[in-house]
């Protein structure tokens, strides 16, 4: 028997066999002295390291104006005319450009060129922006690019001298344990070193729509932004970005933005100015159980596509509303909001096979990825259906906890559905039912049932009761608003 030896709560390294079935019992591997504990020091470290890493000072011109409010006094008062006069003048003496100046961090990746990596939020609005280094210089720094969707920003300094550099690690090659150091600039007090293991990696913190942070516990406080974070070989395998804290310290809960997802955009920043992101051209939503029993899946997998750009590469693919996306480019979809991220990691141009699940069968399409256009799409022009006519109301029938009826002009111009727009209109939806707990509401339209178009009330009944002979659940409905955006939803289906 593998014994097991325990000192005050503590178990010994030395007393922990190997890992392996022996005996039919189950033995640990032994730790090494330094996985027990940790690195002895990381004063070496540092010591190496400390040079890349800047001080990011900014300043602005802002105009703000400071409204002093005016006391209340008796109205008909003497001292009324004299109050709005003092106080007036008071505000529009306030009205004047201040200069508000703000601390960040940053750290050098090519000395020979003067190239410094920040966060955008440590630079966005500045009119001046000075790179403070270890020794006490002071540069100005120019700005190369910016990216808000990751937050990162690339600097050009002038040097006299070739600048201390460092370099990128493998963020992929990382895992939940492994120590980390953090170097940067909190509360402005200058160079800092905090020491913690990574906590998580792949954090979704809903900062943006690529958001892929590694979580770590290494103290990172307000001014460690767009420092970076090392692993234990000096390599900077992160950018500190953002905390969650109540108190705006550090509570162990930091985040950084992997090399990986850095490394690319901070290349396109350098050659172009501006990031270049493949484009799928498809509006996605999340799988969930529902959705999944609804269309016969295992599980819960992949990205389901809701809506289909008329001109972009997925049209042009036949990837058709409806379609699960499993793979993309070879990589599996796990869920809906890794698929962004692969698509903008891909190369523009690239021809890229996507394995999607239609209608219970899987298909293999070719796609040739986009590019992402950053500027935001033209509203659509809304159409008018025009009046009523003095046709009689339409039928209407009550399923799935909704009472529905034909889309005629009438229900348009009731509900201010455009011209566009086909399929079966909900009138009422019933309290309590599971199409209320699904946020469906009148005035939405039932474009398909289960992946099959519907016009009619009837169309909508019959394919339930399809449904129900396969033995499903629920039905998946395709909904529309008034203006055309589309959205499936899982409707758990009643026994009448």
């Known amino acids: ?90 505000n529009r003496d306030d009205d004047r450009p201040r200069r508000v100046q703000s601390l960040g961090s940053g750290f050098v990746v090519d000395g020979e060129k003067g190239i410094i990596i920040t966060n955008n939020h440590v630079i966005e609005g500045a009119d001046e922006i000075t790179a403070n280094f270890n020794d ?39 895992r939940v344990g492994d120590w980390v150091m953090a170097i940067g600039n909190p509360f402005g007090l200058g160079g800092t070193v905090t020491v913690g293991i990574v906590s998580a990696r792949n954090r979704d913190i809903n900062a943006g729509p690529y958001d892929n942070f590694i979580q770590t516990d290494a103290a990172i406080n307000r001014g460690n932004s767009g420092g970076p974070l090392f692993d234990m070989d000096g390599n900077v395998i992160g950018i500190n970005t953002a905390i969650i804290s109540p108190s705006g310290g550090s509570i162990g809960i930091g985040f950084a933005i992997p090399s990986k997802t850095a490394t690319r955009v901070i290349a396109q920043l350098q050659e172009f100015g501006e990031t270049r992101r493949g484009w799928l051209g498809v509006r996605i939503q999340e799988v969930t159980d529902d959705i999944a029993e609804s269309l016969g899946m295992a599980s ?28 993309f480019d070879g990589r599996k979809v796990a869920t809906m909001r890794e698929l962004p991220r692969m698509v903008a ?20 399409l070719k796609v040739t990825v986009g590019k992402l256009e950053e500027a935001a799409e033209e509203a659509k022009d809304t159409k008018d259906s025009g009046k009523s006519d003095d046709k009689a109301a339409p039928e209407e029938t009550e399923i799935l906890g909704m009472v529905l009826s034909e889309l005629d002009d009438a229900a348009r111009t009731e509900f201010s559905i455009e011209a566009d727009v086909t399929g079966v209109v909900v009138r009422k939806v019933n309290p309590g039912s599971s199409a209320e707990d699904k946020r469906v509401q009148a005035g939405d339209v039932i474009k398909e049932v289960a992946q099959e178009p519907v016009a ?18 629920s039905a998946l409905l395709l909904l529309s608003n008034q203006s055309g955006e589309l959205r499936f939803v899982p409707v758990r289906i009643e026994d009448e």
């Open 456 to 473: 009619t009330p009837d169309d909508v009944k019959t394919q339930v009761e399809k449904l129900k002979k396969d033995g499903r659940r």
């Open 300 to 327: 819960a997998s992949g990205a389901l596509v809701a809506g289909v750009n008329d001109d972009g590469p997925a049209a042009e693919a036949k990837i058709e509303p409806g379609d699960v996306i499993l793979e």
């Open 345 to 364: 990691e891909t190369t523009i141009g690239d021809a890229v096979d996507v394995v999607v699940l239609r209608k219970g069968e899987k298909v293999t």
């Open 136 to 174: 006490g210089t002071k540069l100005k720094a120019e700005l190369i690019g910016t990216d808000e969707k990751t937050d990162l920003a690339v600097l050009k300094v002038t040097p006299e001298k070739p600048l201390t550099a460092v370099s990128f690690g493998d963020s992929d090659k990382i």
């Open 1 to 90: 028997m593998v014994s097991q030896i325990f000192n005050q709560g503590l178990v010994k390294a030395k007393s922990l066999a190997a890992a392996a079935m022996v005996g039919g019992m189950l033995a640990v591997q032994p730790m090494t002295a330094a996985q027990a504990q940790g690195p002895v020091s990381v004063a070496d470290l540092a010591e190496k390291l400390g040079d890349a890493v800047v001080n990011i000072s900014t300043a602005q011109t802002v105009k703000a104006k400071r409204t002093v409010p005016l006391p209340e006094v008796p109205e008909g008062s003497p001292f009324q005319e004299f109050f709005e006069e003092f106080f007036n003048q008071q």
